[in-house]
């Protein structure tokens, strides 16, 4: 196949010498993003800031929430009101969830039937994972509506060699959590397919924090089910598939609104039966002049909730979509990427429905410049029939002055759509609203040094105009005058100790500030993670990691907070893994969401064996 570029999402030859790149920190130049671009690119080439997180980094830690792993990311923070199962939404630079667009296996996963769509990642472990990319700042002229954070791709699992791999999973622990998977992947020269089958439940803990009296448990189980597969069907045209299924029931917490009372109580018990599902069919054709992906993707989600007895709700949202992407050389310097996606969304509950349909038409050029000066320049129509069009755009540089060094610039425009809720909801509905608007700018600067070590620094704000609030006067969403800012500086650095051992680290600070000038709540202002990672015997591995959060703001005094994690790894043989992970180590007690309580120390033994 003649493809424009390198089409393999594999890592190029490491950086780092004797050091792999597995940390937090460390990072990879030359690696291969397929996410920050149209077209697979060098991250070193596309000017943004990439995160990527390799499927061994995954297996260091175990199989916990998704959400745990991630917070310990620079620029990325969570609040979380409960144990496993509970709503997660992320936060990226100090902006909310809805600011942030995800995908799973190229499907979206955001959440049409939610107030304001977004993917709650309460619900996921890194056990059904093996790659992740996080792109930050404005992404609209990339993915449209949302992506003003940043987007999130995540990849299931897949075969990492020719042939076929057998894995299973097994792990136990606290709060008589059990978990077991199993997947089975084989690869050809002609293609792979892929498939996964993971189960999990929990009694866990009190979503209201135990420390203010409350006592009962509030369990989680989760079944998900994820399959890939392509084909090579000649040597011009690849077909595939990608797919998953996921039944939960969550238990957790709500303040009963009716009263007067304080934060500690009472609370509700709630229960929320969720099952989600999602599809998405593709064809590459590789002609003599464009490598053209035509895709079809379909994404469902419906909640059942109980909220104490006194009120019943159904919730459901669908979204179906299709897209085509071609990419080209344009002479020797210029990578032209250019398409067009249409398709609905739609929601209901228990008091209204809406739907709209929406549609795109976007292009990038990846430009070398010269030897050592790239240059991506990005621009994007979308069209939505319930409330018009939005124009965004992004320019990108890349410098490097030599080999191990690069200096980024970016400037970008965004959009989010008022959601459904927010549109069309029986009582608060309000039919004029107007897309929210961005500015998102990046300066930034990478090295890695002649020892293996390396470091990175990000200077980054985000200006929001026409924010979409809740108005109490009037019980009814409506365009907030003003504008909301968040800003701030990443730090991301390793270091090696020994040949197979190195300490990691990353700080973000962040003053995230809405209209009014007031901070928003549930970002921390600094947000500090230190760890060290390598091989302690010949069998043995390890990887220990402190984060320290300051500064937090809610409706209630948050306290900064030191929460210590580590895993153990110890290979059984060739083919299995047995590890020890303990989640809090100090036995932390510390909050993310004013009156909900997080997990005490906890202790998980596991079994990881492919074959």
């Not at 995160?51 to 929430?65: H, N, R, S, Y």
Request: net charge negative; proline share 3%.
């Amino acid at each position: 196949m003649n493809r424009p570029l390198v089409v393999l999402v594999a890592p190029a030859v490491a950086a780092f010498g004797a050091i792999p790149a597995l940390a937090q920190g460390a990072f990879d130049l030359d690696e291969i993003t397929a996410f920050a671009t149209l077209s697979p690119t060098e991250i070193s080439r596309t000017g943004a800031t990439v995160d990527i997180v390799t499927e061994e980094e995954l297996e260091k830690v175990g199989a916990q929430p998704l959400s745990d792993f991630l917070t310990r990311r620079a620029g990325i923070s969570f609040a979380t009101n409960g144990g496993p199962g509970a709503a997660a939404p992320i936060r990226v630079r100090g902006l909310p969830a809805a600011y942030v667009a995800v995908r799973i296996d190229g499907i979206d996963v955001t959440d049409p039937s939610l107030p304001q769509s977004f993917f709650d990642f309460g619900r996921l472990s890194t056990v059904d994972v093996s790659r992740i990319e996080i792109v930050k700042g404005s992404q609209s002229a990339l993915f449209g509506s949302s992506a003003v954070a940043g987007a999130i791709d995540i990849t299931t699992r897949r075969a990492s060699a020719p042939g076929t791999e057998v894995g299973v999973q097994a792990e136990a622990g606290s709060y008589s959590s059990y978990l077991g998977s199993v997947s089975i992947a084989t690869m050809t020269e002609r293609g792979e397919l892929a498939f996964t089958l993971s189960r999990s439940t929990t009694d866990g803990f009190s979503a209201a924090d135990e420390n203010d009296g409350n006592t009962e448990d509030d369990g989680f189980e989760s079944t998900r089910l994820t399959l890939y597969a392509d084909y090579e069907a000649t040597d011009i045209l690849t077909f595939g598939l990608s797919g998953f299924w996921e039944d939960s029931t969550v238990e957790f917490d709500a303040l009963d609104f009716g009263t007067s009372l304080p934060l500690d109580g009472p609370y509700l018990t709630e229960q929320t039966e969720s099952e989600s599902s999602g599809a998405r069919v593709f064809a590459e054709v590789d002609g003599e002049a464009v490598f053209s992906t035509f895709s079809l993707s379909y994404f469902e989600n419906t909640r059942d909730s109980d909220f104490g007895g006194d009120f019943t709700g159904s919730f459901t949202g669908d979204r179906t979509m299709a897209e085509y992407i071609g990419t080209t050389s344009v002479g020797s310097a210029t990578t032209l990427s250019f398409g067009a996606s249409a398709g609905k969304e739609s929601y209901s509950d228990d008091f209204g429905e809406g739907e709209r349909d929406l549609a795109a038409v976007f292009a990038e050029a990846m430009i070398a410049a010269s030897p050592s000066v790239d240059i991506s320049l990005a621009g994007r129509y979308d069209d939505y029939s319930d409330f018009g069009d939005f124009v965004s755009g992004r320019f990108a540089l890349a410098y490097r002055p030599d080999e191990a060094t690069v200096l980024r610039a970016l400037v970008s425009t965004g959009f989010r759509a008022p959601s459904l809720f927010e549109l069309n909801d029986a009582f608060s509905g309000n039919p004029d609203l107007l897309a929210e608007e961005s500015t998102s700018y990046e300066l930034g600067a990478e090295r890695v040094f002649g020892n293996g070590a390396a470091a990175q620094i990000t200077l980054f704000r985000t200006e929001i105009d026409n924010l979409i609030e809740f108005d109490f006067g009037t019980f009814a969403y409506a365009q907030t005058p003003g504008t909301s800012t968040t800003q701030g500086v990443e730090l991301t650095g390793n270091v090696p100790l020994s040949a197979s051992a190195e300490f990691f680290g990353n700080y973000t600070y962040t003053d995230a500030r809405g209209p009014d000038d007031e901070r928003l709540l549930r970002v921390p202002r600094n947000d500090l993670t230190i760890g060290v990672q390598g091989d302690i015997t010949e069998r043995m591995n390890g990887i220990l990691t402190v984060q320290y959060a300051t500064d937090i703001e809610d409706i209630a005094e948050l306290d900064d907070y030191v929460v210590t994690n580590a895993t153990l790894n110890y290979e059984v043989s060739d083919q299995a893994t047995v590890y020890l992970r303990v989640a809090n180590i100090f036995d932390e007690q510390y909050q993310t969401v004013a009156g909900y309580g997080t997990s005490d120390r906890a202790f998980y033994v596991g079994l990881r064996a492919n074959f």
